[in-house]
Structure formats: structure tokens, C-alpha cells
């Protein structure tokens, strides 16, 4: 069963540090960039709920200042990069969506 949040669509748009081979610095508690082995790798469109340890913001200004304050830490040629997430929620009484979650393994 899938709860029912409401109505979720909307574009949500956001700003990422991004190295050269596409990853996202991430950074611990104390905001001190974390070993590059353990940065986020994963599809762009999922990331918008990392913004509290990963190098994503809703501000460009925000982004600015993350990077020029880690910017000697990162490879050359890493940039801001902007993005944009749109959400469409789905039916979720339909079969589609039952066998997507059940060949995800998404616990429910």
C-alpha cells in the first residue's frame, strides 16, 4: 500500500557541486568535506533530499559559497551545476506501479 501524501507535482529546481566525473561531494556533520570514495554517485534525479550532507542547494548563492569555501579540496574542473526534478505522481491502485515497487524491493 503506498500512503497518500497529497498532490506532490511540482518542478523543483536546484543547484549541485559537481566534480569532473559526476559526483557530488558530500560532507559530515561539521561541514568538512568527506573522503571522495564515499561521495554521491547515484541518477541526479533523487538527490534533492540530500541537501543536508551533500554539496545540493535551492540557491545558487548558497552553492557559490559552498564551493569557493571547499574549493582548493575539490578536483579541477569541478563546477555548479544547475538542475530540475518535475514530480508527477502516479496512480497508485494501478498494476504498473505494484509490480515497479515489487521489482524495486521498496519496503511498504
Do not use: C
Not at 501524501?5 to 568535506?33: C, Q, S, Y
Not at 541526479?44 to 582548493?72: C, K, P
Amino acid at each position: 500500500m503506498i500512503n497518500d501524501f497529497g498532490d506532490l507535482d511540482a518542478r523543483f529546481e536546484f543547484f549541485a557541486v559537481v566534480t569532473p566525473d559526476g559526483k557530488i561531494p558530500t560532507v559530515d556533520d561539521n561541514a568538512a568535506l568527506n573522503d571522495p570514495a564515499g561521495w554521491y554517485t547515484s541518477p541526479i534525479g533523487s538527490i534533492a533530499h540530500l541537501s543536508d550532507f551533500a554539496l545540493v542547494f535551492t540557491d545558487w548563492d548558497d552553492a557559490n559559497a559552498d564551493y569557493q569555501h571547499h574549493r582548493e579540496q575539490l578536483p579541477a574542473g569541478t563546477t555548479i551545476r544547475a538542475f530540475a526534478v518535475s514530480v508527477e505522481e502516479i496512480d497508485p491502485a494501478g498494476e504498473d506501479v505494484e509490480e515497479a515497487h515489487d521489482a524495486a524491493d521498496l519496503p511498504t
